[in-house]
């Protein structure tokens, strides 16, 4: 099955920085990439997401690349905001009949002011 | 607005239990999950159910057992709970065919075994 590797596990940016939280996968059928993100006492929600088809996604501040090739992506988080402190999850699935998502292990990011 | 919900929140009780934890949906979505979340590793699945007549293995279904009631509610059962089932699960849902991927996800529930 599906392996999904993320680091790091924890990530400190001062304020106004950018973050990076990069990922891996195993499965080459993969073709869909969520990010979601925990704020501290909530559900995860998604934040963006995209598929293999593209190779880069953007919405606002943030941005998600995709390197099929090297089976990784990244999520990047410009001009940081201590509202951006949560937990960042990136998952990844087949868009077949199954679409599990196997999630990685998080990435706890803290934004500094 | 169109929501995931889990009844209970929190919840202790004691090693041998049976315990039901229940996830109900207003969103008209054909798919439903069970996930467990432990500090640094991320969230495993325990099952999904793509309808009614259809349940599935995840990850770690092992201890737990799930029943789909109804299109908009799905169960999750520890017949008999153990220490190390203390964890914060999640229930999910999406779209069916067609749909994208996009999971959505209900508040979560507490569980404490001792």
């Known amino acids: 099955g599906e392996n999904v590797e993320q680091h790091p596990s924890t990530l400190s940016v001062q304020e106004g920085d950018s973050a990076v939280i990069k990922c891996t996968y195993s499965?080459?059928?993969?073709?869909?990439f969520p990010w979601y993100k925990q704020e501290l006492g909530k559900r995860p929600q998604l934040i963006i997401d995209i598929r293999s088809n593209v190779g880069e996604k953007k919405d606002q501040r943030i941005a998600v690349t995709l390197n099929k090739t090297a089976k990784h992506f990244s999520l990047h988080i410009t001009e940081t905001q201590p509202e951006d402190s949560a937990v960042y999850f990136c998952?990844?699935?087949?868009?077949?009949?199954?679409?599990?998502?196997?999630f990685g292990s998080g990435t706890q990011l803290t934004v500094l002011p | 607005d169109a929501d995931v919900t889990q009844t209970p929140r929190n919840r202790i009780t004691k090693t041998g239990k049976r315990i039901m934890l229940e996830c109900s949906q207003t969103k008209g979505h054909d798919r439903m999950y069970w996930y467990r979340q432990d500090p640094g590793l991320g969230l495993q699945l325990i099952y999904y159910s793509f309808d009614v007549k259809d349940i599935n293995k995840g990850e770690i279904s092992d201890g737990y057992s799930v029943s789909r009631q109804a299109q908009a509610k799905f169960s999750l059962s520890l017949e008999s709970a153990i220490p190390n089932q203390t964890a914060l699960y999640f229930c999910a849902t999406s779209g069916g065919q067609g749909a994208n991927n996009e999971q959505f996800f209900g508040p979560g529930t507490r569980l404490t075994v001792l």
């Open positions: 499965d080459s059928a993969s073709n869909y």
């Open positions: 998952a990844a699935s087949y868009s077949g009949s199954a679409r599990q998502l196997t």
